[in-house]
């Protein structure tokens, strides 16, 4: 695909109902018929809007710009784009996830059909090259795909306006639990493990090439370096096992070992002091960075 920008112009009122996950699921629900794709898209947007609300529950929406980047399907920028909100959405789709182009074709079209004001660029966040333009900038469960994490980052953080806040939700790969391919890293080397778990991987060759291992460690100094304010959450660790018991897309994905030591912490009513565990060891990694 080209790296065009493509616009879908429209001027509509602010919808009046609240932003919830049930509404995104009705919403979903008018653009294509239920299938596994679908069904994981609909379930990933549903979890996005859940890290989101925090920050959108407490924010002026009359004038709020979003960018969503590495948007996939983009569900998520399109139900937002549909309840009245400024939103982009950065996504180039490359050959790793070309099994979303025809769901994205259809979300885009019913965007186009609907005059929902949803605009879509194709690039790269590599690429991103916006300057203090957004309110809030996202990335879900996307900065392990990139190329450049790091400077990835960098570019968002500079298409915030000041006062704006980047939320980065992504694995910590300082725990060595491999979500994609569901494998227990043996050492960081991608060469190693692509030789231990080659059936595993051999399926989805171009998903596993672009993984880089993003680490707790790496952010942090990162953001030190350039003395940018940021919070890791330290919720996260209780969040995913709650996740577990109450969505079952989700914890169809999770190998046994994880289902096992939740449901140990649990009987253990142990729950509660996960948010103990330091935010550099606990698995997926949430930081809110802050733009002065």
Same mark, same amino acid.
């Given at each position: 695909?080209?790296?065009?920008?493509?616009?879908?112009?429209?001027?509509?009122?602010?919808?009046?109902?609240?932003?919830?996950?049930?509404?995104?699921?009705?919403?979903?629900?008018?653009?294509?018929?239920?299938?596994?794709?679908?069904?994981? =898209?609909?379930?990933?947007?549903?979890?996005?809007? @859940? #890290?989101? !609300?925090?920050?959108?529950? $407490?924010?002026? /929406? &009359? +004038?709020?710009?979003?960018?969503?980047?590495?948007?996939? =399907?983009?569900?998520?920028?399109?139900?937002?784009? @549909? #309840?009245? !909100?400024?939103?982009?959405? $950065?996504?180039? /789709? &490359? +050959?790793?996830?070309?099994?979303?182009?025809?769901?994205?074709?259809?979300?885009?079209?019913?965007?186009?059909?609907?005059?929902?004001?949803?605009?879509?660029?194709?690039?790269?966040?590599?690429?991103?090259?916006?300057?203090?333009?957004?309110?809030?900038?996202?990335?879900?469960?996307?900065?392990?795909?990139?190329?450049?994490?790091?400077?990835?980052?960098?570019?968002?953080?500079?298409?915030?306006?000041?006062?704006?806040?980047?939320?980065?939700?992504?694995?910590?790969?300082?725990?060595?639990?491999?979500?994609?391919?569901?494998?227990?890293?043996?050492?960081?080397?991608?060469?190693?493990?692509?030789?231990?778990?080659?059936?595993?991987?051999?399926?989805?060759?171009?998903?596993?090439?672009?993984?880089?291992?993003?680490?707790?460690?790496?952010?942090?100094?990162?953001?030190?370096?350039?003395?940018?304010?940021?919070?890791?959450?330290?919720?996260?660790?209780?969040?995913?096992?709650?996740?577990?018991?109450?969505?079952?897309?989700?914890?169809?994905?999770?190998?046994?070992?994880?289902?096992?030591?939740?449901?140990?912490?649990?009987?253990?009513?142990?729950?509660?002091?996960?948010?103990?565990?330091?935010?550099?060891?606990?698995?997926?990694?949430?930081?809110?960075?802050?733009?002065?």
């Amino acid at each position: 695909m080209s790296n065009s920008s493509d616009t879908i112009h429209s001027a509509i009122d602010p919808a009046d109902e609240p932003l919830g996950e049930s509404d995104l699921v009705n919403f979903c629900s008018e653009i294509v018929p239920k299938g596994a794709i679908y069904e994981m =898209s609909v379930n990933e947007a549903r979890f996005g809007l @859940s #890290r989101l !609300l925090p920050i959108l529950l $407490l924010s002026d /929406l &009359g +004038s709020f710009r979003m960018l969503e980047v590495g948007a996939g =399907s983009c569900l998520l920028s399109a139900y937002l784009a @549909s #309840r009245g !909100l400024c939103v982009t959405a $950065l996504e180039p /789709l &490359g +050959s790793e996830f070309d099994f979303l182009a025809d769901l994205q074709t259809r979300v885009i079209d019913f965007c186009r059909r609907r005059a929902i004001p949803l605009q879509l660029i194709r690039k790269s966040a590599e690429q991103l090259d916006l300057t203090s333009d957004f309110d809030v900038v996202f990335t879900i469960n996307a900065l392990e795909h990139m190329r450049d994490p790091l400077g990835s980052i960098d570019n968002m953080y500079r298409a915030l306006k000041p006062g704006g806040t980047l939320l980065v939700h992504c694995p910590n790969y300082t725990i060595p639990l491999e979500v994609h391919f569901n494998i227990l890293l043996i050492t960081r080397s991608k060469t190693f493990n692509a030789w231990l778990y080659w059936s595993r991987i051999e399926r989805y060759r171009d998903v596993w090439n672009e993984l880089n291992f993003i680490r707790y460690i790496d952010i942090r100094r990162h953001l030190e370096a350039r003395k940018i304010p940021f919070k890791f959450s330290r919720s996260i660790a209780r969040d995913l096992v709650l996740r577990l018991f109450s969505d079952p897309i989700f914890a169809r994905r999770m190998p046994t070992a994880v289902h096992t030591a939740c449901s140990m912490l649990s009987r253990l009513g142990l729950l509660s002091r996960l948010d103990l565990i330091p935010a550099r060891f606990q698995t997926p990694m949430e930081v809110a960075i802050k733009k002065m």
